[in-house]
């Protein structure tokens, strides 16, 4: 079923709209729920913390590919780059051994595998970057006070959610939804943004719901 797409809307706002119910599911699954509450274990941090390095290393190697289309480059920032930071709190977490401890599911898999088959492609590119980073930028600075309330954790393993050349978060924020609405999308590519961001969304939550099966 193809989903309306309202054109006067800037294309941030109509994807902020159009999610708002897929966004508050997110933030109501069982394990984000209880990892926020302090209900869980390092354990679950450190677990979620190796699906998001498979995540964004498939996220990342789009982000080579779209900076060769010269509609999407300007929505390419360094500053985000996610998956060094994930791999020192990946080795804080679990040990220099970490690539042999850490278990990647099934959720994740798929999701990976969904980036990497966007490829290149800009609309689509466009919902993953939108769906992650942003939310990196603002929920997640919530997640990492709340690792360091309820898991006892300073700024060794939440280095995932500390972005060292982003001084000002709203006026980033602010700039990047700028690069998105002013990506030269026809119809037919915002409608696929549109759709892909509900995708995004969906995959995400598969992956809470095998995080909360292991540790809930």
């Known amino acids: 079923m193809s989903l309306p797409v ?17 966004h508050d599911a997110a933030n109501s699954e069982q394990f984000i729920e209880e990892l926020m509450s302090g209900a869980l274990t390092r354990a ?4 979620l913390s190796a699906q ?20 999407g480059a300007g929505l390419v920032f360094n500053e985000l780059t996610r998956v060094p930071a994930i791999e020192r709190d990946l080795a804080y977490l679990y040990g220099p051994a970490w690539r042999e401890e850490i278990r990647i599911l099934p959720a994740t898999r798929r999701y990976a595998d969904r980036v990497r ?19 990196d ?24 959610y500390t972005f060292p050349d982003i001084p000002k978060v709203k006026v980033f924020k602010d700039a990047y939804r700028n690069e998105l609405d002013q990506l030269d999308l026809d119809e037919d590519e915002v409608a696929a943004t549109v759709a892909e961001t509900h995708h995004a969304f969906h995959l ?13």
């Open 117 to 135: 088959e966007i490829g290149g492609s800009l609309p689509h590119y466009a919902a993953h970057s939108y769906t992650r980073y942003l939310g």
């Open 52 to 71: 998001l390095l498979v995540v964004y290393e498939a996220l990342e190697e789009a982000s080579v590919a779209v900076r060769d289309d010269e509609r």
């Open 44 to 47: 679950a941090h450190a677990d």
């Open 137 to 160: 930028l603002s929920g997640g600075q919530i997640v990492k006070r709340m690792m360091k309330q309820h898991y006892g954790l300073d700024e060794e393993g939440l280095a995932f």
């Open 204 to 216: 995400n939550r598969a992956v809470f719901t095998e995080l909360a099966e292991i540790h809930c």
């Open 6 to 22: 309202e054109e006067e809307l800037p294309l941030s706002a109509l994807l902020r709209q159009s999610t708002r119910d897929e």
